[in-house]
């Protein structure tokens, strides 16, 4: 099966006037959108109308779409109110995913912060967070996707082992799944540059988290070397990952049919080559300029 190649798309001035234009100028095949603002609290009501035609435009163009939830959740936190707010922003990521018919909604996997053991803060991730998957009761209802960070200050998940105990705090809910970033775990320290390093870090996911459990990608090179534990996106080929890897992804039994979504720089232009490149990596041997 093969994977469908996009990118996240801008939603200012209406999901479907907005996004489906930009979405077909960069050739996507997959998209992801925010439903807030990314860097904010709000939790804004949605247009039905934009809705019903976001819906009926990614159905008509078979494009499966994945909501980014904003990036101030985090449930490991040692402020009560930042607790609080995580759950009432995430509760309306999931709802607003179900609303545009979205398969999953990605979020951060947030920090033991206020120097907190990891235990403590991940009990606080089973108190607050489990409760938001068991209302996932619907047919229709988004994945719930865990993205793992590049590993700054006192993340709770950047390498591949820290997922265990993150699924585990979360009974590994039938609804729960991973977003795989590719510049966040190379600045974890996973060599995907390396001799074999995708394959190998992509076996360690399945043995870590299950089969299955791996429902998107974001594909991203890296503006810094591997283990630099920096969040710099580059366009694809042009970092420290190299484009060479992003074809054993491809190959990859793991991620057979999974989605991929660029989050890398440049505007339309540089959006639209970096979709063409992975298609090209994706689709044949040919020479990518890498």
């Not at 976001?54 to 985090?74: D, K, M, T, W």
């Not at 366009?235 to 992003?246: D, K, R, V, Y």
Request: charged share 25%.
């Amino acid at each position: 099966m093969r994977n469908p190649v996009g990118g996240h798309i801008p939603v200012a001035g209406g999901l479907a006037k907005t996004g489906l234009p930009y979405a077909a100028e960069m050739g996507a095949e997959a998209v992801q959108v925010f439903v807030a603002n990314p860097r904010g609290w709000a939790t804004p009501a949605g247009d039905p109308k934009q809705d019903e035609a976001f819906r009926a435009g990614c159905a008509a163009r078979s494009l499966p779409v994945y909501v980014h939830a904003p990036y101030l959740i985090n449930f490991g936190s040692h402020t009560e109110a930042t607790a609080e707010r995580s759950v009432e922003s995430l509760r309306h990521s999931l709802r607003r995913g179900r609303d545009i018919g979205a398969r999953g909604v990605v979020v951060h996997t947030g920090a033991a912060t206020g120097g907190r053991p990891r235990s403590e803060a991940l009990a606080q991730v089973r108190e607050r967070l489990l409760p938001l998957l068991d209302e996932l009761t619907h047919e229709d209802d988004p994945w719930l996707l865990l993205e793992g960070t590049a590993g700054q200050g006192a993340s709770l998940c950047s390498r591949m082992a820290d997922l265990g105990p993150y699924f585990d705090a979360l009974d590994r809910h039938p609804k729960l799944g991973v977003c795989l970033d590719t510049c966040h775990v190379f600045a974890a320290g996973h060599d995907l540059a390396g001799p074999g390093g995708m394959k190998q870090t992509l076996d360690e996911l399945v043995s870590v988290v299950g089969e299955g459990r791996l429902k998107l990608i974001h594909a991203n090179d890296s503006k810094d070397v591997v283990g630099a534990h920096k969040d710099r996106h580059e366009n694809i080929g042009s970092g420290h990952i190299g484009a060479e890897p992003f074809r054993e992804l491809f190959a990859h039994p793991a991620t057979e049919g999974v989605p991929l979504t660029i989050e890398t720089p440049g505007g339309k232009e540089g959006h639209a080559a970096d979709v063409a490149r992975l298609k090209a990596l994706r689709d044949g041997p040919e020479e990518t300029g890498a």
